[in-house]
Antibody, heavy 121, light 111 residues
Framework: EVQLVESGGGLVQPGGSLRLSCAASGFTFSSYTMNWVRQAPGKGLEWLSYIGSSSFIIYYAESVKGRFTISRDNAKNSLYLQMNSLRDEDTAVYYC??????????????WGQGTLVTVSS | QSVLTQPPSVSGAPGQRVTISCTGSSSNIGADYDVHWYQQLPGTAPKLLIYGNSNRPSGIPDRFSGSKSGTSASLAITGLQAEDEADYYCQSYDSSLSGVVFGGGTKLTVL
């Protein structure tokens, strides 16, 4: 059974940093491109970042470019999101999601349960 | 403001059919990029409902169907059930933004 379990969320002050983790199991993690998607309270979904299976290809949404860094450790079946210079508007539930399809309009076939990040003083 | 436009809410009685629209533009749906749909039950993570415009993953009932035409896509739910009450999101790719885009979401209420 495919499982994605996020951790690392919490309360952080504006300007602070946080590192999220996503532990994967039930599939060959090293063969899949992974993503981070977030959802602000009461709002819709926002794609944040994409990392290829070997970490060679990485993309970011403009809203987090330069502040967030995606990475992965295939030996540990884990995905990470380093978040720096956090702002109030980064408050959201952060999901890791597995990519499917080789077309540009790929989709997410499995999602984690999410981890809440609250940015507040 | 989402790149893909969905109605904020739709409703229907049990057993009825409802549709949820997803309107894009020439840089996303109109550029022939696939549309996908997700269901998000209250307090849970999104779940893939329809992929590649009209395909259902294993385990998704055939009461759910998707279609695409021009710059829009639609999700149809027939035989509405109480457990269908959820938020529904469409998703595609936008060439101008060079990234995945979502609709703003539609809250389905089963009366």
């Amino acid at each position: 059974e495919v499982q994605l379990v996020e951790s690392g969320g919490g309360l952080v002050q504006p300007g602070g940093s946080l590192r999220l983790s996503c532990a994967a199991s039930g599939f060959t993690f090293s063969s899949y491109t992974m993503n981070w998607v977030r959802q602000a309270p009461g709002k819709g979904l926002e794609w944040l970042s994409y990392i290829g299976s070997s970490s060679f290809i990485i993309y970011y949404a403009e809203s987090v470019k330069g502040r967030f860094t995606i990475s992965r450790d295939n030996a540990k079946n884990s995905l990470y999101l380093q978040m720096n210079s956090l702002r109030d508007e980064d408050t959201a539930v952060y999901y890791c999601a597995r990519k499917r399809s080789s077309s540009p309009s790929y989709y997410f076939d499995y999602w984690g349960q999410g981890t809440l990040v609250t940015v507040s003083s | 403001q989402s790149v893909l436009t969905q109605p904020p809410s739709v409703s229907g009685a049990p057993g009825q059919r409802v549709t949820i629209s997803c309107t894009g533009s020439s840089s996303n749906i109109g550029a022939d990029y696939d549309v996908h749909w997700y269901q998000q039950l209250p307090g849970t993570a999104p779940k893939l409902l329809i992929y590649g415009n009209s395909n259902r993953p294993s385990g998704i009932p055939d009461r759910f169907s998707g279609s695409k035409s021009g710059t829009s896509a639609s999700l149809a739910i027939t035989g509405l059930q109480a457990e269908d009450e959820a938020d529904y999101y469409c998703q595609s790719y936008d060439s101008s933004l060079s990234g995945v885009v979502f609709g703003g979401g539609t809250k389905l209420t089963v009366l």
